[in-house]
T-cell receptor
């Protein structure tokens, strides 16, 4: 059974600082890994998808890495802004998505 | 031109009632899913259909019955609602034969059982 863990559970940083969010998973037989953003009371917004054959994926200020053999992924957000405040979810796809509990990020102005 | 839509967005009902949530996708995907996000915000798969065939059925009470009338629709019917069923239910879809298997999510249905 796939277990997904996200560390830390919460993070508070001043504006402009870089964010590092960690995700680990127990079974490396995956198709891909997705990072989502969820604002309070809202749905899920897909940020990045990394295929199992890829090492990293970038979109604007976001960069996600994947080390399948060690069961780890990291989401980097450069030069954080207050608008980045949200919960970030990591989900591993092995024909269904298994989610971590999320990291709640607060960026202070 | 919403990709994955759900109705209703909010549902408030009493214990013991029966209710349905509907999901539709216009992405041409062949696989659809129901996920539940509980009060602790943890998201978990419930069901998945591929071409109208049930392919994932996690440990869910049999009061929950999914139905897929066609590839673009996946409904969730819940009988004899209980307080613990209060949650946000998300529908998602993907193309199983695509190289990415990326899943696209609907906006969610917030169910409150009183």
């Amino acid at each position: 059974k796939q277990e997904v863990t996200q560390i830390p559970a919460a993070l508070s940083v001043p504006e402009g600082e870089n964010l590092v969010l960690n995700c680990s998973f127990t079974d490396s037989a995956i198709y891909n890994l997705q990072w989502f953003r969820q604002d309070p009371g809202k749905g899920l917004t897909s940020l990045l998808l990394i295929q199992s054959s890829q090492r990293e994926q970038t979109s604007g200020r976001l960069n996600a890495s994947l080390d399948k053999s060690s069961g780890r992924s990291t989401l980097y957000i450069a030069a954080s802004q207050p608008g980045d405040s949200a919960t970030y979810l990591c989900a591993v796809n092995d024909y269904k998505l298994s989610f971590g509990a999320g990291t709640t990020v607060t960026v202070r102005a | 031109d919403t990709a994955v839509s759900q109705t209703p967005k909010y549902l408030v009902t009493q214990m013991g009632n029966d209710k349905s949530i509907k999901c539709e996708q216009n992405l041409g995907h062949d696989t659809m899913y129901w996920y539940k996000q509980d009060s602790k915000k943890f998201l978990k798969i419930m069901f998945s259909y591929n071409n109208k065939e049930l392919i994932i059925n996690e440990t869910v009470p049999n009061r929950f019955s999914p139905k897929s009338p066609d590839k673009a629709h996946l409904n969730l019917h819940i009988n004899s609602l209980e307080l613990g069923d209060s949650a946000v239910y998300f529908c998602a879809s993907s193309h199983r034969d695509s190289s990415s298997y990326e899943q696209y999510f609907g906006p969610g249905t917030r169910l409150t059982v009183t």
